[in-house]
């Protein structure tokens, strides 16, 4: 694996010395938090669990859990994904030890993991023992206008509160087994797409509820926080009232971006080279952090977020988090943390340590200035 060697490694060391703003991966298998370990992460700050669900038989209790009419049925495809889950988080605490790992709960709306093609629908519906005119009318059900604005983030553990359950009894019964072992273990469990604080509160009953069937089943604790993704615009707005039932906040640039403009993220394409080349706008901002406009909303979350709850930790994990003036600017901002793919640590690293020698070069010359001016 590649990592940090010789006078590149001590020259990032260097770089540390001069840094305020910590920096985190965004990472969904060992491998790769084992990769950004020796870039120099200091945790994870999104583990996305979608993937998870869609390798060998995963797949099809996910199918079946989806397909499923009754809630026991839904446990009884939940409970198969249970073990999976769980070995995926012992995975990744093992590779994180001792640092903060964020997972964020189920995200994607539910038809992304049902098949669309006749013949695969065919092959579930004789998997599961069903007709396949039921896989077809599921399909049909789940059908969106604007997926990205529908059934999905917490509004499917809200609907289906046994999908939360399930992968917080995941992550606190790997973190617990983990401690058990003598691996220090830092679970941060995160819920996406909140807009307002019943939502948050909702899952965090949830949690809280399953985690002390948890530690009570195992004889054992695991301190862990809650918090949530701030990723749709009213959330930022409201950050104060969110705060109150968060430990934490990451700003979800990559929807924020979306929601704030309106432009979706998947078709954006088909226009902003065009509006980039005519100097509509100044550079992609799902690249670079829109700080005159989705910017404020970062600032306004992190002051609101933080005057509700002092101890609030903040942190970005869009891909904004691995660009260099993002980066800057989410020091301006005062954030704890940015987080971003493996590869980009260590630039984030280094825009990190320039923001804080630029803004301490900056203090100075005020200061050697207000002396000159009084004397
Ligand atoms: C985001 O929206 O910025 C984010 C990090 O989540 P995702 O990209 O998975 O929607
Ligand atoms: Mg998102």
């Known amino acids: 694996a590649p990592s940090l060697s010789g006078d590149f490694?001590?020259?990032?060391?260097?770089?540390?010395?001069?840094?305020?703003?910590?920096?985190?991966?965004?990472?969904?298998?060992?491998?790769?938090?084992?990769?950004?370990?020796?870039?120099?992460?200091?945790?994870?700050?999104?583990?996305?669990?979608?993937?998870?669900?869609?390798e060998g038989?995963?797949?099809?209790?996910?199918?079946?859990?989806?397909l499923a009419?009754?809630?026991?049925?839904?446990?009884?495809?939940?409970?198969?994904?249970?073990?999976?889950?769980?070995e995926d988080f012992r995975g990744i605490f093992r590779a994180m030890a001792g640092k903060p790992v964020t997972i964020r709960l189920l995200d994607p709306p539910l038809h992304e993991f049902l098949p669309h093609d006749e013949k695969e629908q065919q092959e579930l519906a004789e998997?599961?023992?069903?007709?396949?005119?039921?896989?077809?009318?599921?399909?049909?059900?789940?059908?969106?206008?604007?997926?990205?604005?529908?059934?999905?983030?917490?509004?499917?553990g809200i609907t289906y509160p046994e999908i939360t359950e399930m992968q917080t009894r995941a992550i606190l019964e790997a973190a617990v087994e983990l401690k058990q072992e003598g691996v220090e273990v830092y679970p941060e469990i995160m819920v996406p797409l909140v807009g307002t604080r019943e939502e948050l509160e909702h899952q965090r009953r949830v949690i809280e509820e399953t985690a002390e069937q948890v530690f009570?089943?195992?004889?054992?604790?695991?301190?862990?926080?809650?918090?949530?993704?701030?990723?749709?615009?009213?959330?930022?707005?409201?950050?104060?009232?969110?705060a109150e039932v968060a430990e934490f906040f990451s700003f979800g640039t990559n929807d924020l971006t979306q929601l704030t403009f309106g432009y979706s993220r998947d078709d954006a394409g088909k226009f902003l080279p065009y509006y980039i080349e005519h100097k509509i706008l100044k550079d992609d901002p799902f690249q670079t952090l829109d700080q005159e406009g989705v910017?404020?909303?970062?600032?306004?979350?992190?002051?609101?977020?933080?005057?509700?709850?002092?101890?609030?930790k903040v942190g970005i994990c869009g891909e904004h988090g691995g660009d260099p003036a993002s980066v800057a600017f989410c020091y301006e901002v005062g954030l704890d943390y940015v987080s971003c793919s493996p590869f980009r640590v260590p630039i984030a690293r280094l825009a990190a340590?320039?923001?804080?020698?630029?803004?301490?070069?900056?203090?100075?010359?005020?200061?050697?200035?207000?002396?000159?001016?009084s004397s």
């Open 9 to 54: 490694a001590r020259f990032m060391e260097w770089v540390d010395a001069f840094r305020t703003l910590g920096v985190r991966t965004n990472a969904d298998t060992p491998q790769d938090a084992r990769k950004a370990v020796e870039f120099g992460a200091e945790g994870i700050g999104l583990c996305r669990t979608e993937h998870m669900f869609f």
């Open 57 to 66: 038989d995963r797949i099809l209790a996910m199918r079946e859990m989806i």
């Open 69 to 86: 009419s009754t809630l026991e049925e839904r446990k009884a495809a939940l409970a198969k994904l249970l073990p999976y889950q769980k």
């Open 127 to 156: 998997a599961l023992g069903i007709p396949v005119e039921t896989v077809r009318a599921k399909v049909e059900a789940l059908k969106e206008f604007n997926p990205m604005l529908g059934h999905r983030g917490c509004r499917l």
């Open 216 to 242: 009570q089943e195992k004889g054992e604790r695991v301190e862990y926080l809650v918090g949530t993704m701030i990723e749709v615009p009213r959330a930022a707005l409201v950050a104060d009232q969110i």
């Open 295 to 312: 910017g404020q909303l970062v600032r306004l979350g992190t002051e609101r977020g933080r005057a509700a709850r002092p101890s609030l």
């Open 353 to 373: 340590a320039q923001a804080h020698l630029r803004a301490e070069a900056r203090k100075a010359r005020e200061a050697v200035a207000a002396e000159a001016a």
